[in-house]
């Protein structure tokens, strides 16, 4: 469905650019997208009035991009990113060209990187939505196909980021990468060196939340490109498994499987959890045994996977908040498989992580994509049902303060103490507050006159 109130705002400032004799034009994703039939979250406008006869009509707009002669206006409570036509110089850092030139509307289309982001589109042509196309981007548009414009090699070379950009757009927009274009993404995958990781790692978030994220991790292998993101996963290519509990293959078909299982049900799928899964058995390859009866084993790789993932995630600038739910995740998946013999306290505890819910479905996923044994997730629902009215993990019945209340020094007893109530607490065994300190008289070195002193001052 169209957002109305952006293409009314976004008519205005082009209507104040036309009537001031500018020609004007919407540009790039706005009109790919329209085409393709997805919604339109923004829309870039551009023209051939210079900055400053930009910054004439709308004094209160400014410059985020005085080079490239990019100025931004606001309307409507909408920002619009207006730019002059131009055509770029050189490009010595693979990222962004060292000059640019105002030039036509020709030449600024065939300056960008796709055909289909190339098209402009007449925001007063009757009837509305013409496009204007120099470079065969509505044909291609129309088979859905991803195509460079001019020669595929030069454009990957210019900007090299294009390369991941190019798989996005692949997963994102459903469309199949030109058989050209392909083979260039190939042959400059090197290329990627030169951009900074957090750039990459931007374009990997945008695949990973895509529903298409098993096709765009396929096609960062299959076009080398994941050398220089994750190149750790191509150690799960190939390593094979235990057949009776992963019929479906190596480390890396499973993975995939995993990928492709997020989201079907309609539930929305966190950027830690789309993480998660890609890196939770990344440990694997490192881990893996072969015992003298032929039986394949990954003793540890849970742990081994966890370190591998912060390294990872470090190298690709992550924050410290996703680095650390993605190491936990990695870190406890296996223990799903001993849920039935936990006490009912432990489960409680395992159950009360901050980012648990993610931590079941990457489960889930892990089965579906496995052996199909959905035993202990349905025994962890159940539980978690259960305690759907009340907290699981309440606030403990004795804290530090009463520790020190009753005299007791601090020290390593004080943890001992306290997880012993709190365990006792989530058993069910302790229910009330008395309780719990009558059973701390016995378990701790307290004087049996100042605990009933102490419950008397509390009126327990």
Same mark, same amino acid.
């Given at each position: 469905?169209e957002?109305?109130?952006?293409?009314?705002?976004?008519?205005a400032?082009?209507?104040?650019?036309?009537?001031?004799?500018?020609?004007?034009?919407?540009?790039?994703?706005?009109?790919?997208?329209?085409?393709?039939?997805?919604?339109?979250?923004?829309?870039?406008?551009?023209t051939?009035?210079?900055?400053?006869?930009?910054?004439?009509?709308?004094?209160?707009?400014?410059?985020?991009?005085?080079?490239?002669?990019?100025?931004?206006?606001?309307?409507?409570?909408f920002?619009?990113?207006?730019?002059?036509?131009?055509?770029?110089?050189?490009?010595?850092?693979?990222?962004?060209?060292?000059?640019?030139?105002?030039?036509?509307?020709?030449?600024?289309a065939?300056?960008?990187?796709?055909?289909?982001?190339?098209?402009?589109?007449?925001?007063? #042509?009757?009837?509305?939505?013409?496009v204007?196309?120099?470079?065969?981007?509505?044909?291609?548009?129309?088979?859905?196909?991803l195509?460079?414009?001019?020669?595929p090699?030069?454009?990957?070379?210019?900007?090299?980021?294009?390369l991941?950009?190019?798989?996005?757009?692949?997963?994102?927009?459903?469309?199949?990468?030109?058989?050209?274009?392909?083979?260039?993404?190939?042959?400059?995958?090197?290329?990627l060196?030169?951009?900074?990781?957090?750039?990459?790692?931007?374009?990997?978030?945008?695949?990973?939340? #895509?529903?298409?994220?098993k096709?765009?991790?396929e096609?960062?292998?299959?076009?080398?490109?994941?050398k220089?993101?994750?190149?750790?996963?191509?150690?799960?290519?190939?390593?094979?498994?235990?057949?009776?509990?992963?019929?479906?293959?190596?480390?890396?078909?499973?993975?995939?499987m995993?990928?492709?299982?997020?989201?079907?049900?309609?539930?929305?799928?966190?950027?830690?959890?789309?993480?998660?899964?890609?890196?939770?058995?990344?440990?694997?390859?490192?881990?893996r045994?072969?015992?003298?009866?032929?039986?394949?084993r990954f003793?540890?790789?849970?742990?081994?996977?966890?370190?591998?993932?912060?390294?990872?995630?470090?190298?690709?600038?992550y #924050?410290?908040?996703?680095?650390?739910?993605?190491?936990?995740?990695?870190?406890?998946?296996?223990?799903?498989?001993?849920?039935?013999?936990?006490?009912?306290?432990?489960?409680?505890?395992?159950?009360?992580?901050?980012?648990?819910?993610?931590?079941?479905?990457?489960?889930?996923?892990?089965?579906?994509?496995?052996?199909g044994?959905?035993?202990?997730?349905?025994?962890?629902?159940?539980?978690?049902?259960?305690?759907?009215?009340?907290?699981?993990?309440?606030p403990?019945?004795?804290?530090?303060?009463?520790?020190?209340?009753?005299?007791?020094?601090?020290?390593?007893?004080?943890?001992?103490?306290?997880?012993?109530?709190?365990?006792?607490?989530?058993?069910?065994?302790l229910?009330?507050?008395?309780?719990a300190?009558?059973?701390?008289?016995?378990?701790?070195?307290?004087?049996?006159?100042?605990?009933?002193?102490?419950?008397?001052?509390?009126?327990?």
């Amino acid at each position: 469905m169209e957002n109305i109130p952006l293409r009314k705002a976004a008519e205005a400032v082009a209507r104040a650019l036309d009537g001031a004799g500018h020609t004007v034009y919407f540009v790039g994703g706005c009109v790919r997208d329209r085409l393709l039939g997805y919604p339109v979250k923004d829309i870039d406008i551009a023209t051939s009035a210079r900055p400053d006869e930009v910054l004439r009509l709308f004094p209160d707009a400014w410059e985020v991009g005085a080079a490239f002669g990019v100025v931004l206006v606001r309307r409507g409570g909408f920002s619009f990113e207006v730019a002059t036509f131009r055509r770029d110089g050189s490009y010595r850092d693979g990222r962004r060209p060292e000059s640019v030139c105002f030039t036509d509307a020709e030449e600024d289309a065939r300056r960008r990187d796709f055909t289909m982001n190339g098209l402009f589109e007449d925001p007063f #042509s009757v009837p509305p939505g013409h496009v204007v196309d120099y470079v065969g981007g509505a044909e291609d548009i129309r088979a859905r196909v991803l195509r460079c414009i001019g020669e595929p090699d030069r454009r990957f070379e210019e900007d090299s980021l294009r390369l991941m950009r190019a798989v996005r757009f692949a997963v994102t927009r459903e469309v199949r990468v030109e058989a050209g274009t392909y083979a260039a993404i190939c042959r400059n995958a090197p290329l990627l060196a030169r951009i900074a990781p957090e750039r990459i790692r931007e374009e990997l978030d945008r695949i990973l939340l #895509s529903p298409g994220r098993k096709r765009g991790v396929e096609m960062l292998v299959e076009t080398g490109l994941m050398k220089r993101v994750i190149p750790e996963i191509y150690g799960m290519v190939g390593c094979t498994q235990p057949p009776q509990w992963h019929p479906e293959g190596d480390v890396y078909t499973h993975t995939l499987m995993m990928l492709d299982a997020l989201g079907k049900d309609g539930a929305p799928v966190s950027l830690e959890l789309a993480l998660g899964v890609l890196l939770h058995d990344v440990g694997k390859p490192p881990c893996r045994q072969v015992d003298e009866t032929g039986r394949i084993r990954f003793s540890g790789h849970d742990k081994e996977g966890a370190s591998m993932a912060r390294d990872i995630l470090r190298r690709l600038k992550y #924050s410290n908040a996703v680095i650390d739910a993605v190491c936990a995740m990695v870190e406890r998946h296996m223990r799903f498989m001993n849920v039935r013999q936990m006490k009912k306290s432990t489960l409680r505890m395992f159950m009360s992580a901050p980012h648990f819910s993610d931590e079941l479905e990457l489960h889930r996923v892990d089965c579906l994509s496995s052996n199909g044994l959905m035993d202990n997730w349905q025994f962890v629902r159940d539980a978690m049902d259960s305690y759907r009215d009340a907290p699981l993990v309440p606030p403990p019945l004795v804290t530090g303060r009463d520790l020190l209340n009753l005299g007791l020094p601090p020290g390593p007893g004080f943890r001992k103490w306290l997880a012993r109530l709190q365990e006792l607490q989530l058993e069910g065994t302790l229910r009330t507050r008395k309780e719990a300190l009558l059973l701390l008289g016995q378990i701790a070195p307290v004087e049996q006159n100042t605990l009933a002193e102490y419950l008397e001052k509390l009126a327990l």
